[in-house]
């Protein structure tokens, strides 16, 4: 969500999660697969099924907070299982 109360400056606000229950689950999922060894990938992959409805802001700081990605990461990450998605890989 852009706020543009001025216009000369565009600063994205972080979105609300839809469903709260789902997204903290994500998370607790990707940290357990991060405590099993799993890579960050595996874990983000684990938990973007619970989080497909959910804004892509929201997405992006449950995968830094359950996969431990960088902002940068979250975002790569999260554009990837959309393609990969799209063209009808299992995630």
């Known amino acids: 969500?852009?706020?543009s109360s001025n216009p000369d400056v565009n600063v994205?606000?972080?979105a609300a999660p839809i469903n709260p229950a789902s997204v903290s689950k994500a998370i607790d999922?990707?940290?357990a697969a991060i405590d099993q060894g799993m890579t960050k990938v595996q874990a983000a992959r684990t938990m973007f099924p619970l989080l497909t409805d959910e804004p892509r802001e929201v997405v992006w700081q449950a995968f830094q907070e359950g996969a431990g990605?960088?902002?940068?990461?979250?975002?790569?990450?999260?554009?990837?299982?959309i393609r990969e998605a799209k063209?009808?890989?299992q995630i």
Request: proline share 4%; charged share 15%; no cysteine.
């Open 87 to 89: 063209k009808g890989k």
């Open 1 to 3: 969500m852009i706020n």
């Open 69 to 81: 990605l960088t902002p940068k990461g979250a975002v790569t990450y999260h554009y990837n299982m």
């Open 12 to 14: 994205v606000t972080s």
């Open 29 to 31: 999922l990707g940290k």
